[in-house]
């Protein structure tokens, strides 16, 4: 989404377009889902890369993942599809971040096709399938870099954690780029059980996680991470 694509300080941060960061890296904000991080796969795979990285924010569905974790998955889990993130590039991220004061988890990342909103349904989910966190792109990505047989890794933040439900009123007036309609928002909020507390409590969540997707930037670009083949 736009919003995780702020962290690379870009001049303009244009949907469903190549954008080169600098020199031999590309970003392409594809938006929310399954189909369109595909597709986004897929140009970036055209123009010639060797490595995908699915980059940006993610929610925790187990009760030890917070608010601003970093989490580098060695697997992605869609349905009963299991895809391995590439364990060379991950252990040397890991290992150079578990020297650093953030917070950095393995495992597993599971791929849904909705927003998960209530703790009760994340629990299920964990439950169900031992992940640590969810999120709606990464196993499409895993998929055509699979397919194609080059290099991926997702890199994510977490920005909601078990405990946090998320407002209907919001998951129900974003477009697929994560813009809320603020007309629909406030309308639907005059007959929302959610408090000013609760929706303010959420956005210094993603005030946090959106801080450390600019670190994490910081850090990759500092050690060339962005490069496969450097290790």
């Known amino acids: 989404m736009p919003a995780e694509a702020k962290c690379f300080q870009l001049a303009e941060i244009p949907n469903q377009k190549l954008l080169k960061i600098e020199k031999n890296i590309y970003l392409y904000i594809s938006g929310i889902g399954y189909d369109s991080s595909a597709a986004a796969a897929k140009i970036l795979i055209k123009k010639g890369v060797d490595g995908l990285i699915s980059w940006g924010i993610a929610g925790g569905i187990n009760n030890s993942v917070q608010t ?21 590039w991950r252990r040397n991220i890991m290992s150079h971040f578990h020297t650093t004061p953030y917070t950095v988890l393995s495992g597993k990342i599971i791929c849904i096709e909705e927003i998960l909103g209530s703790s009760a349904e994340k629990i299920e989910l964990y439950n169900k399938t031992g992940a640590q966190a969810v999120d709606m792109e990464s196993a499409a990505i895993a998929k055509i870099a699979n397919e194609k047989k080059i290099e991926f890794i997702s890199m994510r933040v977490i ?5 946090l439900n998320l407002p209907t009123l919001l998951t129900e007036n974003i477009d697929g780029f994560g813009k809320i309609n603020i007309r629909k928002f406030i309308k639907s909020y005059k007959y929302s059980s959610f408090t000013f507390s609760e929706i303010s409590s959420l956005v ?17 670009k500092k050690e060339s991470f962005f490069f496969i083949n450097n290790f």
């Open 204 to 220: 210094k969540k993603y005030v946090k996680a959106q801080r450390m997707l600019k670190e994490i930037y910081k850090e990759f």
């Open 68 to 88: 601003g974790d970093i989490i580098i998955p060695e697997t992605i889990q869609n349905n009963k599809e299991i895809y391995y993130t590439t364990s060379k």
């Open 159 to 163: 920005l909601d954690d078990l405990n």
